[in-house]
Antibody
Framework: QVRLQESGPGLVRPSETLSLTCSVSGDSITSSYWIWIRQPPGGGLEWIGYIYYTGSPNYNPSLNSRVTMSVDTSKNQFSLKLSSVTAADTAVYYC??????????????????WGKGTTVTVSS | AIQMTQSPSSLSASVGDRVTITCRASQVIRNDLGWYQQKPGKAPKLLIYAASSLQSGVPSRFSGSGSGTDFALTISSLQPEDFATYYCLQDYSYPWTFGQGTKVEIK
């Protein structure tokens, strides 16, 4: 069974960098694309970006200049860094796996495994 | 980015009711759309992918339809465990974008 677990500080000071890690068990970090998503308190879901163990990551343009994602294949983990945070970055942060299946020559993608989420509060 | 507009934003229904939630994309996305269910304090759960394919283990009372720009999620007979918030997600192009959510409440 594939499991994802987010970890990192629950409190980050304004203007500092938020750093989170997602540990993957039951699957190899090299087998899939890995996603970060966040949800502000009482709000909807926002796709932050994806990373694969090779090639360039893809970030949401709304956060592009502040986001960095990376993969550590030796630890079967991937990470998120978000710089210059403000109160607007307060959210539950989820990591997820991009799954896929093929049908009639076309490949469909979805988020089939999610971590439980970790709450990050930006406050002084 | 593609905008996804869900409606209604909330609804009240009774156990046994048939419920339909719709999602409209700001441009054609073929059938690259999924539906997710989220309960309070929990991560979202995949219900439907490719607009109408039921994820393994999801009850058959959930169904999806649509293609192009207009999509729907239908729950044929609402069960107590179905009271939750539902989101559509387009995976046609990056950045993937979610609808704003539909909260299904008990009448």
């Amino acid at each position: 069974q594939v499991r994802l677990q987010e970890s990192g500080p629950g409190l980050v000071r304004p203007s500092e960098t938020l750093s989170l890690t997602c540990s993957v068990s039951g699957d190899s970090i090299t087998s899939s694309y890995w996603i970060w998503i966040r949800q502000p308190p009482g709000g909807g879901l926002e796709w932050i970006g994806y990373i694969y163990y090779t090639g360039s990551p893809n970030y949401n343009p709304s956060l592009n200049s502040r986001v960095t994602m990376s993969v550590d294949t030796s630890k079967n983990q991937f990470s998120l860094k978000l710089s210059s945070v403000t109160a607007a970055d307060t959210a539950v942060y989820y990591c997820a796996r991009r799954g896929g299946s093929s049908s009639t020559g076309y490949y469909y993608y979805y988020l089939d495994v999610w971590g439980k989420g970790t709450t990050v509060t930006v406050s002084s | 980015a593609i905008q996804m507009t869900q409606s209604p934003s909330s609804l009240s229904a009774s156990v046994g009711d048939r419920v339909t939630i719709t999602c409209r994309a700001s441009q054609v996305i073929r059938n690259d759309l999924g539906w997710y269910q989220q309960k309070p304090g929990k991560a979202p759960k995949l219900l439907i992918y490719a607009a109408s394919s039921l994820q393994s283990g999801v009850p058959s009372r959930f169904s999806g339809s649509g293609s192009g720009t207009d999509f729907a999620l239908t729950i044929s007979s609402l069960q107590p465990e179905d009271f939750a918030t539902y989101y559509c997600l387009q995976d046609y192009s990056y950045p993937w974008t979610f609808g704003q959510g539909t909260k299904v409440e008990i009448k």
